[in-house]
């Protein structure tokens, strides 16, 4: 984008990162916000969200003369909320305008209510920024001079507060594609979406991050269903209950809710009692079959599901098996979501997962703050089978990495090279992660405990396989990994950890 030369309380296209080009406005920054160093930026608060930004100059253009421009590229719904939002405050401000002409004598005064600047004078940094004829904020467009911290560090956000706090000299800027973790998320998801148009003009959601373990959620008061309580299942309804919702859970092995029963859950004794209990039920299982079992069998979902229930699928299977389950609680009126997770029981322990959601977008936004309590992140991909596409996606290349690092360790020892300094060498390079290291301190130590079921990601991959060949997409990588996992599990590794595909060499 061009540079342009902006003031305080102009209307801006503002970009930032991989995000579309959104409305905004140039505000005032807190008096505690430093500028970041480096090129020349203005802060600026979006419409339609609840999100600050410093963004460079460059990326920056007039509202005005480029709204045309950016209406045609951008189509989403929620982008179409923020240009009409930007609307209605030209409009109110307009009205204001017209009514100061009206009383020559109300001119420059400031309303009992007007929350105070936040900008002070004498700040070297942004004093140039600020437009010496802004002498009040307007009613239409409040800039508070409190915040609530979400987080400490560079890139740590704020939201806006009405109540006072007290001053802090740790608040930084807020970044829409912030990493760091806030440690509040009281506001709804409507406010905390963040939105990405995709080439395909489908529209694709992040959600600001927010975890069980750093973050205070408002509970939905929709009663919660959940059903299968495996690796990923219990992590996720602790965290649940851990964030005050109301859970009622079924597991096929009955003695595993006991331990939830004594953490505040409800029992249900079927799919279909916690179906017909709930507004909102989840399922979390092993494959397509116990998937579609626990819809369509005896004392099944299905026979639970009345108009305006919801069911969210969380177990990751084909998007066959979605396509069916999405068509069977429709047609019973109920909505339907698919939401399978990435991640590992431990990230669910931790309420760290990766959501990937498709189907019923109001589904998804009602599930807000479930979401927040077993998740860092959710996506939203459209419609129903997308979420279970890119999941095989993710975890054919997460199951296939896994087979090569396990080939290099064995290499490494048959060739007569240390196994630990394959590992801390791989450690120190553009491979380095947590995954490596954890996965491959876990083999040389001889643990395989289940983080993750090597079965599982064998059936993933199996999946993903054939989801090639019905695109007429070759996967020759996934087929040669697939065939090493078979191999693992004709060895009796299934229950193990998918790092035990290590164990296939060595046999």
């Not at 991909?381 to 095989?392: H, Q, T």
């Not at 643990?447 to 007429?472: C, E, T, V, W």
């Not at 087929?479 to 060499?505: F, G, M, P, W």
Request: aromatic share 6%.
């Amino acid at each position: 984008m061009a540079t342009v030369h902006l003031r305080i309380g102009d209307l801006v296209w503002g970009k930032l990162g991989r995000y579309p080009p959104w409305p905004g406005k140039v505000v005032s920054p807190p008096k505690d916000l430093k500028k970041p160093r480096g090129k020349k930026c203005h802060f600026v608060k979006f419409f339609g969200t609840e999100d600050h930004a410093w963004i460079k100059v460059e990326q920056l253009k007039p509202y005005h003369a480029h709204k045309e421009e950016m209406i045609k590229i951008n189509k989403g719904k929620r982008f179409q909320q923020a240009v009409d939002a930007v609307e209605d405050f030209l409009k109110k401000a307009k009205g204001k305008e017209q009514n100061s002409e009206g009383k020559g004598d109300s001119k420059g005064k400031r309303t009992p209510n007007k929350p105070l600047k936040i900008l002070e004078e004498d700040d070297e940094d942004l004093s140039a920024l600020k437009d010496p004829s802004e002498k009040d904020l307007t009613d239409s467009d409040p800039e508070p001079s409190t915040v609530e911290r979400l987080g400490a560090g560079p890139g740590s956000g704020f939201k806006w507060e009405s109540s006072p706090v007290k001053d802090d000299p740790h608040f930084h800027h807020f970044l829409l594609s912030q990493s760091e973790k806030p440690a509040s998320s009281m506001e709804p998801i409507s406010k905390r979406l963040k939105v990405i148009e995709e080439v395909t003009g489908s529209t694709s959601i992040q959600a600001a991050d927010s975890t069980a373990i750093n973050g205070s959620i408002t509970p939905t008061d929709k009663r919660i269903g959940f059903l299968g309580l495996g690796l990923m299942g219990s992590g996720i309804v602790s965290n649940l209950l851990k964030m005050g919702h109301v859970v009622t859970v079924w597991n096929r092995t009955a003695e595993k809710c006991d331990l939830f029963i004594q953490e505040g859950a409800r029992l249900g004794r079927t799919p279909a009692e916690v179906a017909s209990m709930c507004d909102i039920t989840f399922s979390c299982v092993s494959d397509p079959k116990a998937a579609r079992d626990l819809v369509l069998g005896p004392s099944g979902v299905l026979q639970g599901i009345r108009p305006g229930k919801c069911y969210v699928e969380m177990s990751t299977v084909d998007p066959e098996t979605i396509t069916e389950l999405s068509q069977v609680i429709t047609s019973r009126g109920g909505r339907f979501l698919e939401a399978p997770v990435a991640g590992s029981q431990q990230l669910s322990n931790d309420g760290m997962l990766v959501i990937l959601a498709a189907g019923d977008r109001t589904v998804y936004e009602d599930c807000s703050s479930c979401f927040q309590a077993m998740g860092k992140t959710s996506f939203f991909l459209g419609e129903a089978g997308n979420a279970a596409r890119m999941m095989l996606i993710l975890n054919m290349v997460q199951g296939s990495f896994m087979a090569t690092i396990a080939e290099g360790l064995t290499l490494a020892q048959a060739t007569g090279q240390s196994q630990q300094t394959f590992l801390d060498i791989l450690c120190q390079g553009q491979m380095a992660s947590t995954f490596v290291d954890q996965k491959c301190q876990n083999i040389l130590q001889g643990n395989f405990k289940p983080d993750y079921y090597l079965k599982h990601i064998q059936k993933d991959l199996r999946l993903a396989i054939s989801m090639g060949d019905m695109a007429n997409h070759p996967t020759p990588m996934a087929a040669a990994a697939n065939e090493v996992y078979k191999r693992a599990k004709a060895l009796d590794q299934s229950d193990n950890d998918i790092s035990a595909v290590y164990r296939a060499y060595i046999h």
